[in-house]
């Protein structure tokens, strides 16, 4: 008997209910939240670097699922890789075998990765995260691991014990017995580090949460200091990894710097399958896997599936022979110069940062007196408001869809898919001078929005 299943008439009848089921059965918060803002939008298609409504209306995404859809959304390569992949049904997942795609992926994630070895498959960032802290451990035979303030490692317990919000972690102690230092702050590396019992350090090159980066020589320093105390160098490049920020790791902008275990994920799916990868040094991985006793010690049910290790291996050669590295650091050059001329033009425009297309935008404290009581108001109420008004009106009034950096930050982060060009360029640019003329106005749409905004804010206190 033949089981008939049609997505399409599923979509077709009751797409429509999307925010209602979603509100009903799963995380009710959200839909309320979208809501709220004006972010209800209803996407019907995406390609590249655009999504698309049903009255054929095109939106510019600045956030990439997070960074996921490093390569725009649904790149034809990496969809064929993934038809050829379903229709060759492979012996996939035996669990006793060893099948040739991932062997073919570590090999050709290695070849982009310099004093590297191994390459451990898992299914997303935090997995990655989770399974270098269990390796640092293991094999340093310490307890401690380092991670700096504001960090962002992931949401899963392990991951959680690293990240310096505490937003994500009220509520969900006890944790792991980790220890947060400030960022680029060597003296206390140092401290911590002579207590004798710290396995590692886990750092972003440059932190998801404000888009900071730690100041020049930092990491190698910290490297030289950790081999010191016989400790690890974590490089966590979940969202810098895979050319975000103009070089293939964002590690690699500083020379001489050689982490010991490097997190990626995200663009490494190609926006479809979820996959995360550990890569380390070859003594790490020959002591975690010391003999065939421990063979599964660390493992992922859905590790190396064969669709994960397809969409990889295409996203690298996409990455390879379109140049996507070049374009990110080019484009990104190019939206960083023409967004910081801007500075002297506004006086709510703070800073601008970054690097390649991981870009923040900083909004601070105006000096004229109407907007300075303004932006008092909003600060009173919650930190993070303004930049909330700014990313409103360009999804909007210019159907662009960014994202605010992080909880209680009056910060913008532009992470666009890699494939962006000067055309998206001007698009930002110009819609984004529209919204700060009118944020500078002193009145108008953006200030009534904003006694919204700060109504929602009292109200959740």
Same mark, same amino acid.
């Given at each position: 008997?033949?089981?008939?299943?049609?997505?399409?008439?599923?979509?077709?009848? !009751? $797409?429509?209910?999307?925010?209602?089921?979603?509100?009903?059965?799963?995380?009710?918060?959200?839909? !309320?939240?979208?809501?709220?803002?004006?972010?209800?939008?209803?996407?019907?298609? &995406?390609?590249?670097?655009?999504?698309?409504?049903?009255?054929?209306?095109?939106?510019?995404?600045?956030?990439? $699922?997070?960074?996921?859809? &490093?390569? +725009?959304?649904?790149?034809?390569?990496?969809?064929?890789?993934?038809?050829?992949?379903? /229709?060759?049904?492979?012996?996939?997942?035996?669990?006793?075998?060893?099948?040739?795609?991932?062997?073919?992926?570590?090999?050709?994630?290695?070849?982009?990765?310099?004093?590297?070895?191994?390459?451990?498959?898992?299914?997303?960032?935090?997995?990655? @995260?989770?399974?270098?802290?269990?390796?640092?451990?293991?094999?340093?035979?310490?307890?401690?691991?380092?991670?700096?303030?504001?960090?962002?490692?992931?949401?899963?317990?392990?991951?959680?014990?690293?990240? +310096?919000?505490?937003?994500?972690?009220?509520?969900?102690?006890?944790?792991?017995?980790?220890?947060?230092?400030?960022?680029?702050?060597?003296?206390?590396?140092?401290?911590?580090?002579?207590?004798? /019992? @710290?396995?590692?350090? =886990?750092?972003?090159?440059?932190? +998801?949460?404000?888009?900071?980066?730690?100041?020049?020589?930092?990491?190698?320093?910290?490297?030289?200091?950790?081999?010191?105390?016989?400790?690890?160098?974590?490089?966590?490049?979940?969202?810098?990894?895979?050319?975000?920020?103009?070089?293939?790791?964002?590690?690699?902008?500083?020379?001489?710097?050689?982490? /010991?275990?490097?997190?990626?994920?995200?663009?490494?799916?190609?926006?479809? =399958?979820?996959?995360?990868?550990?890569?380390?040094?070859?003594?790490?991985?020959?002591?975690?896997?010391?003999?065939?006793?421990?063979?599964?010690?660390?493992?992922?049910?859905? $590790?190396?599936?064969?669709?994960?290790?397809?969409?990889?291996?295409?996203?690298?050669?996409?990455?390879?022979?379109?140049?996507?590295?070049?374009?990110?650091?080019?484009?990104?050059?190019?939206?960083?110069?023409?967004?910081?001329?801007?500075?002297?033009?506004?006086?709510?425009?703070?800073?601008?940062?970054?690097?390649?297309?991981?870009?923040?935008?900083?909004?601070? !404290?105006?000096?004229?007196?109407?907007?300075?009581?303004?932006?008092?108001?909003?600060?009173?109420?919650?930190?993070?408001?303004?930049?909330?008004? @700014?990313? @409103?009106?360009?999804?909007?009034?210019?159907?662009?869809?960014?994202?605010?950096?992080?909880?209680?930050?009056?910060?913008?982060?532009?992470?666009?898919?890699?494939?962006?060009?000067?055309?998206?360029?001007?698009?930002?640019?110009?819609?984004?001078?529209?919204?700060?003329?009118?944020?500078?106005?002193?009145? $108008?749409?953006?200030?009534?929005?904003?006694?919204?905004?700060?109504?929602?804010?009292?109200?959740? !206190?």
């Amino acid at each position: 008997m033949t089981t008939e299943f049609d997505l399409g008439r599923l979509l077709a009848e !009751r $797409g429509a209910e999307r925010y209602e089921l979603h509100g009903r059965y799963l995380n009710h918060q959200l839909p !309320r939240m979208l809501h709220t803002i004006g972010f209800d939008k209803v996407y019907e298609r &995406g390609e590249g670097a655009y999504f698309w409504d049903a009255d054929g209306n095109d939106y510019l995404d600045m956030l990439a $699922g997070f960074g996921v859809m &490093g390569l +725009g959304r649904h790149h034809p390569v990496v969809r064929k890789a993934l038809h050829d992949v379903l /229709d060759a049904q492979l012996a996939d997942l035996t669990r006793f075998d060893c099948q040739p795609l991932p062997g073919l992926l570590a090999e050709k994630l290695l070849a982009h990765s310099p004093h590297l070895d191994r390459v451990f498959f898992g299914n997303s960032g935090t997995e990655a @995260v989770e399974t270098a802290l269990k390796f640092a451990r293991y094999a340093t035979g310490k307890p401690r691991v380092l991670y700096c303030d504001h960090a962002f490692h992931g949401l899963t317990t392990g991951s959680l014990s690293v990240n +310096g919000e505490s937003g994500f972690r009220d509520g969900f102690a006890p944790l792991l017995p980790d220890t947060a230092v400030p960022l680029g702050d060597l003296d206390a590396l140092a401290r911590e580090l002579k207590k004798g /019992d @710290v396995a590692a350090l =886990v750092v972003e090159p440059i932190q +998801g949460k404000g888009v900071h980066e730690p100041p020049p020589g930092y990491l190698r320093a910290a490297q030289e200091l950790l081999r010191k105390h016989k400790a690890l160098l974590i490089a966590d490049e979940v969202q810098t990894g895979l050319g975000r920020t103009g070089d293939f790791y964002a590690y690699q902008h500083e020379d001489g710097v050689e982490p /010991d275990l490097v997190c990626v994920a995200k663009a490494l799916s190609g926006g479809y =399958v979820p996959v995360g990868a550990t890569l380390g040094k070859d003594w790490i991985f020959k002591k975690v896997y010391s003999s065939m006793d421990r063979v599964l010690v660390h493992s992922a049910s859905f $590790g190396s599936n064969a669709q994960a290790m397809a969409a990889g291996l295409a996203v690298l050669s996409v990455m390879e022979n379109e140049q996507i590295v070049a374009n990110a650091r080019i484009t990104g050059d190019l939206l960083r110069s023409r967004l910081t001329g801007l500075i002297d033009k506004y006086e709510l425009l703070a800073d601008v940062r970054g690097r390649g297309l991981m870009i923040g935008i900083e909004f601070g !404290r105006p000096k004229s007196l109407k907007l300075r009581s303004r932006w008092t108001m909003l600060q009173a109420a919650r930190k993070g408001l303004f930049a909330q008004m @700014v990313v @409103v009106p360009l999804l909007q009034r210019h159907r662009i869809l960014t994202q605010v950096s992080g909880d209680h930050l009056e910060v913008i982060k532009l992470i666009p898919p890699l494939v962006v060009g000067e055309k998206e360029v001007d698009r930002f640019v110009d819609a984004f001078t529209d919204v700060m003329d009118d944020a500078h106005s002193g009145s $108008g749409l953006m200030w009534d929005f904003s006694k919204t905004l700060v109504k929602q804010a009292v109200a959740n !206190r």
